[in-house]
């Protein structure tokens, strides 16, 4: 298994231009979601989904979309870029049901974003 | 919303000592607290999780405890060594569920050989 993979590693964006950051995961989880990682602040979450169709806001989804068409492939979106937008994304993935496999949360490499 | 305060920012000991690690967090309907360690430029990952129902559990090294009447839960590290440097963030859930998760702003932690 893959686990969860994210494209790309890197990238450099331009004020007012958009872009989208794959995610994606193998193992059939429920549950996704997109965190944001800046210096001194942690992880802090963007939008989350719960199953292909549903999606909601997190802690800081100011200009940011996403969509779920299918279980394994979860798509973040920046409309129109900003420099506030520079940082570190991650993407995650999780069982809903828990049971003895848990609710562990598998984290993808990491796509590091500088918007000049 | 929920808060969750971590402390310290950072941590330094020497190899064999004991390291210990506090969060707080402020929704009483949170019920999850994973405990995530990420090397420098790597991906975080889970090393210890605990739910509302369990005062503490241990995974040879490391154990989490809990106290819900005060709303903080720690991590403890015994025998530290080197390789435990990293940065290491406590989580808490959110909305009574068990994977939206507010986390905290992290700690890193020094093992000097």
């Known amino acids: 298994n893959a686990g969860v993979t994210q494209t790309p590693k890197f990238q450099v964006l331009k004020t007012g231009q958009s872009m989208t950051l794959q995610c994606a995961q193998d193992?059939?989880?429920?549950?996704m979601s997109w965190y944001r990682q800046d210096p001194g602040m942690g992880l802090r979450l963007i939008h989350y989904?719960?199953?292909?169709?549903?999606?909601d806001q997190g802690e800081v989804p100011n200009g940011y979309n996403v969509s779920r068409s299918t279980t394994e492939d979860f798509p973040l979106r920046l409309l129109s870029a900003a420099p506030s937008q520079t940082s570190v994304y991650f993407c995650a993935s999780s069982r809903t049901s828990g049971g003895a496999v848990g609710y562990e949360q598998f984290f993808g490499p990491g796509t590091r974003l500088t918007v000049l | 919303g929920e808060n969750v305060e971590q402390h310290p920012s950072t941590l330094s000991v020497q190899e064999g000592d004991s390291a210990v690690i506090k969060c707080t967090y402020s929704d009483s309907a949170s019920n999850y607290f994973p405990w995530y360690k990420q090397e420098l430029g790597k991906r975080p990952q889970l090393i210890i999780d605990i739910r509302s129902n369990v005062g503490e559990k241990k995974d040879q090294r490391i154990a989490v405890t809990l106290n819900k009447t005060a709303k903080h839960f720690s991590l403890h590290i015994t025998e530290t060594q080197p390789e435990d440097s990293a940065v290491y963030f406590c989580a808490a859930s959110i909305l009574g569920g068990f994977q939206k998760l507010v986390f905290g702003t992290g700690t890193r932690l020094l093992v000097s050989p």
């Open positions: 193992m059939n989880h429920e549950y």
């Open positions: 989904s719960v199953g292909a169709g549903i999606t």
